[in-house]
């Protein structure tokens, strides 16, 4: 989902209490994400990019298709990953009068393959990543992608 408030022709104001997102739909083959230069996790991420600055350069571009769009994605054939919120939220900023809070988590996120991005509780620009899959999914993610790495990508990513 794409935040297009600021992308809309006159923009949207940041105060704006509604909803403004759209859909970016992004397709990859296994073979892109498995190989070649960048590793897979990049190609993911410039492609994500991509796809988003696409997508709202023009946000209301086939509306009209959006619908039967979203209905053609099916999740039965695999690989289907949705990825939700956004580094610039400032989840870890807000205080509702009992101070920051010191995690954040979404309870609520399925195990079906779900990404939610959130900002870092460092303040350093990071980004907090949650993922949820099934459990034998998140053991292998984990042998995968995490041990061996050592907390840091070989593209310079910080987990």
């Known amino acids: 989902m794409a935040d297009c408030r600021s992308r809309v022709d006159p923009p949207i104001p940041q105060s704006f209490f509604g909803n403004c997102v759209k859909a970016c739909n992004m397709k990859a083959n296994v073979a892109d994400l498995l190989a070649g230069e960048g590793h897979g996790f990049r190609f993911a ?3 994500l990019e991509r796809t988003i600055k696409e ?8 509306c009209e298709e959006w619908v039967q769009r979203l209905l053609a994605i099916r999740p039965d054939h695999g690989g289907t990953v949705n990825f939700a919120g956004s580094h610039r939220f ?3 900023k807000a205080d509702f009068g009992w101070g920051r809070p010191s995690r954040v988590e979404f309870v609520s996120m399925p195990n079906d393959g779900a990404v939610v991005v959130n900002d870092a509780r460092d303040d350093e620009g ?6 949820a899959l099934p459990p034998h999914h998140m053991e292998v993610f984990s042998t995968l992608f995490l041990d ?4 840091l990508g070989s593209d310079g990513f910080k987990l």
């Open 45 to 47: 991420c410039d492609a």
């Open 148 to 151: 061996g790495m050592d907390g």
């Open 90 to 92: 400032g989840f870890y």
């Open 126 to 131: 990071g980004v907090q990543l949650s993922l």
């Open 55 to 62: 997508e709202t350069s023009e946000p209301f571009r086939g």
